[in-house]
């Protein structure tokens, strides 16, 4: 878990511009917290009307959308910054 922390604070090496990792966070934290703000807007509002408790699998696949989310917007840029970075290689080395 200290190594997950790590990469959400942390510039990888692979992102060159520091503007395209600040994009990246933005990216990552907007789309993850709003996908977990309707995972507990949907928890607060099952667990206030009604007594059973199968809405808490809706708000945990909610929460397991969020995390995800957050992880796997972190994995297609690196994906992109890998195919990037391939392109520009056969371009140096006909």
């Known amino acids: 878990m200290p190594t997950l922390a790590t990469i959400s604070k942390n510039k990888p090496a692979w992102i ?5 990792w ?3 966070q933005v990216l990552r934290f907007f789309l993850s917290g709003a996908v977990a ?7 607060v509002a099952f667990a206030l ?3 059973d408790y199968s809405y808490l699998i809706v708000a945990a696949f909610f929460f397991g959308t969020a995390v995800t989310t957050h ?6 840029a690196w994906a992109l910054c890998w195919v990037r970075e391939g392109f520009s ?3 140096e080395n006909p």
Do not use: C, P, S
């Open 22 to 24: 600040r994009m990246l």
């Open 71 to 76: 992880w796997g917007i972190y994995a297609a």
């Open 37 to 43: 703000l309707v995972g507990f807007g949907l928890l």
């Open 49 to 51: 009307d009604h007594r």
């Open 89 to 91: 290689q056969t371009k």
């Open 16 to 20: 060159a511009n520091e503007g395209h």
